[in-house]
């Protein structure tokens, strides 16, 4: 069976627009978080991009492949936005460097015009699609992505999409699209196939991460719908204590971080019932608020995260805080009836090693309270630069007591996170 150029496009349309589809249609039903509002952007993009090569392929002129060659990368540009708010990331230079590119391919096309053929403009565009896949790539590979395995499958899909349309740019500049070689491997038909496995691929993967992290999100919800714990979301967390970290700076007061981690929120939700998962979640925020000081921010990610920053801490102090809230919250869990303790890693980082960054500190905190729900206790990890010590220490808390037994470790103390501000 022989495909034509036009079929192949339907067919390909056909696939984005019924996966792009569902998947906002899930969006708009969950009331997603921003990062998946962001995936779904991309989705819609997907859509115009097979619907203008459609019309296109149908007869239709310059305007239609310029409009798809800019939908195409605002796509791939949207996967990327939506890793990094995903990741507590800035997004709005992000923004611009997406415009830029989607005004890039659309210009290459135009400057053509009706005399620039099939092939206009493609070669921006490729360069362009490889930048923004390897900036996915980069962004999939840190921060809360990097530490959960299914990331590993975007960043093959972005990975992917990087080499294949920076060797589609070669082919096409050295060989031209009528050598037999570039129609068997980069030309419209079996560049075609290669969107549809990477539209399936990414759908899937981005549900999984966003499904993962909204897990919970009803049990927080109806934990906050009173107003009784007033417990920040995690956008309104970043900003309170980016201004507060702005203040300390010109002061020269310092401030910590602390992240609580109970990663076994869904499974207990699982096998015991939705309302024990509720329970759990109370409980655990509860003894936070009862431990922390009156005037710390609280935060969370609305899943299995909770924050808290307050100020004047140094190393010591904030691990002797993250020492009684280890303890406040293992009592608390264990009064949770019908239910088992899960494992609570509690991570902390200060001003002094990582800056007044909002996004570093938090960075840091997370990756350090990641390592330490790998301990199986509840334990605190206090994250310190790798030039300041390699070796790390985790601050072991023995029920029902308020002192940590310091033991040492082999892990590096350092955030798996790049530094904020990129």
């Known amino acids: 069976m022989t495909l034509d150029l036009f079929s192949v496009s339907v067919m390909t349309a056909a696939v984005v627009l019924i996966v792009g589809v569902i998947y906002v249609s899930e969006t708009l039903i969950r009331r997603d978080e921003v990062s998946g509002r962001h995936w779904s952007i991309a989705f819609l993009a997907g859509i115009l991009t097979t619907v ?6 149908a007869g239709g002129g310059w305007i239609a492949v310029a409009a798809g060659n800019a ?8 996967i990327w936005i939506g890793c990094r708010s995903y990741n507590g990331h800035r997004i709005g230079w992000a923004y611009v460097t997406v415009g830029i590119g989607m005004t890039i391919a659309f210009v290459a096309v135009a400057a053509a015009g009706p005399d620039g053929g099939d092939w206009a403009g493609v070669v921006w565009m490729y360069a362009t699609l490889s930048v923004l896949a390897s900036l996915g790539v980069w962004e999939t590979g840190r921060g809360r992505l990097a530490q959960t395995r299914t990331t590993i499958a975007l960043g093959v899909v972005l990975a992917v999409e990087a080499v294949y349309t920076a060797v589609r740019a070669i082919a096409f500049l050295m060989l031209g699209p009528d050598d037999p070689v570039f129609q068997a491997w980069f030309s419209t038909i079996p560049s075609s196939f290669v969107t ?6 990414a759908a899937i993967v981005t549900s999984i991460l966003r499904a993962g992290r909204a897990g919970t999100r009803g049990y927080t919800n109806l934990v906050g719908a009173e107003g009784a714990d007033r417990i920040l979301t995690e956008p309104q967390f970043r900003a309170t204590i980016t201004d507060v970290l702005e ?11 602390i992240a609580m981690r109970i990663d076994d929120l869904p499974f207990i939700a699982k096998a015991f019932g939705n309302e024990v998962g509720r329970n759990v979640a109370v409980a655990a925020r509860d003894a936070v608020r009862r431990t922390v000081e009156p005037l710390a ?4 990610d609305g899943a299995t995260l909770l924050w808290v920053c307050d100020t004047a801490w140094d190393a010591n102090e904030a691990r002797r805080q ?3 809230l280890a303890s ?3 009592e608390a869990l264990r009064t949770v009836p019908d239910s088992v303790v899960p494992v609570v890693g509690i991570g902390v980082a200060v001003t002094h090693d990582f800056g007044y960054d909002a996004c570093t500190l938090i960075d840091a905190a997370d990756a350090a309270s ?5 301990s199986g206790d509840i334990s605190v990890l206090i994250a310190e630069p790798s030039q300041a010590n390699p070796t790390g220490a985790i601050a072991l808390v023995s029920p029902g007591s308020a002192t940590p037994v310091v033991s040492g470790s082999t892990t590096p103390d350092t955030p798996t996170a790049a530094p904020a501000g990129s």
């Open 370 to 374: 990641t390592r330490s729900a790998k």
């Open 71 to 78: 939908a195409f990368v605002a796509a791939t540009g949207f």
């Open 297 to 300: 921010v609280i935060g969370d």
């Open 52 to 57: 203008a090569y459609a019309v296109w392929a």
């Open 247 to 257: 203040r300390a700076s010109e002061k020269g007061i310092g401030v910590g971080v």
């Open 322 to 324: 993250a020492s009684r």
């Open 328 to 330: 406040a919250v293992f």
């Open 196 to 201: 549809i496995a990477l539209v399936i691929t």
